[in-house]
Antibody, heavy 120, light 106 residues
Framework: QVQLVQSGAEVKKPGASVKVSCKAS????????ISWVRQAPGQGLEWMGW????????NYAQKLQGRVTMTTDTSTSTAYMELRSLRSDDTAVYYC?????????????WGQGTLVTVSS | EIVLTQSPGTLSLSPGERATLSCRAS???????LAWYQQKPGQAPRLLIY???SRATGIPDRFSGSGSGTDFTLTISRLEPEDFAVYYC???????FGQGTKVEIK
């Protein structure tokens, strides 16, 4: 069965960076993309970006351009999301999700979420 | 950028009642690349509907999606206790989410 298992909760100071991992299993990793979505406390879902696990192509949300980097390690079927220059409003649960299509697609499987808290 | 606006913000209904949730796009959504997700507190979202009207694997048939262009609807024919949650619409070419509709117990 398809599973996406994310790394554990993080607490970071403003200005620091965080790197969240998402380990996939139960399917051919390079046949799908991975998107990252975040949800601030009590708020809705915000799409952050997408990465092709096939060729590493990326597409980032404009508001995060320059602060976010998404990568994959095909040898371990793991996707990573790094966010730099953290601010208090980056405090959120971060989700990875499998994208159903080669490029665009809906999110058919989700990780369990990783809470990132940014606080001095 | 296409903006998705969901209404109402909160829907207060009783078990057994019918729920109708709306998602309106600021521009036409390509080829019905529209999905619906359900999210319960403390859980990741779950895919319900894709392609505007196709149910995802394992989703009960009381959930149905309809619409095209700029107007889409998620209908829950008879609310079960486990259906009280927040629902999000999403366009996936490219990706944006609506702000969500909370379905709460009246």
């Amino acid at each position: 069965q398809v599973q996406l298992v994310q790394s554990g909760a993080e607490v970071k100071k403003p200005g620091a960076s965080v790197k969240v991992s998402c380990k996939a299993s139960g399917y051919t990793f390079t046949s799908y993309g991975i998107s990252w979505v975040r949800q601030a406390p009590g708020q809705g879902l915000e799409w952050m970006g997408w990465i092709s696990a096939y060729n590493g192509n990326t597409n980032y949300a404009q508001k995060l351009q320059g602060r976010v980097t998404m990568t994959t390690d095909t040898s371990t079927s793991t996707a990573y999301m790094e966010l730099r220059s953290l601010r208090s409003d980056d405090t959120a649960v971060y989700y990875c999700a499998r994208v159903s299509g080669v490029v665009y697609g809906y999110f058919d499987y989700w990780g369990q979420g990783t809470l990132v808290t940014v606080s001095s | 950028e296409i903006v998705l606006t969901q209404s109402p913000g909160t829907l207060s209904l009783s078990p057994g009642e019918r729920a109708t949730l709306s998602c309106r796009a600021s521009q036409s959504v390509s080829s019905s690349y529209l999905a619906w997700y359900q999210q319960k507190p403390g859980q990741a979202p779950r895919l319900l509907i894709y392609g505007a009207s196709s149910r995802a694997t394992g989703i009960p048939d009381r959930f149905s999606g309809s619409g095209s262009g700029t107007d889409f609807t998620l209908t829950i024919s008879r609310l079960e206790p486990e259906d009280f949650a927040v629902y999000y619409c999403q366009q996936y070419k490219p990706w944006t989410f609506g702000q969500g509709t909370k379905v709460e117990i009246k």
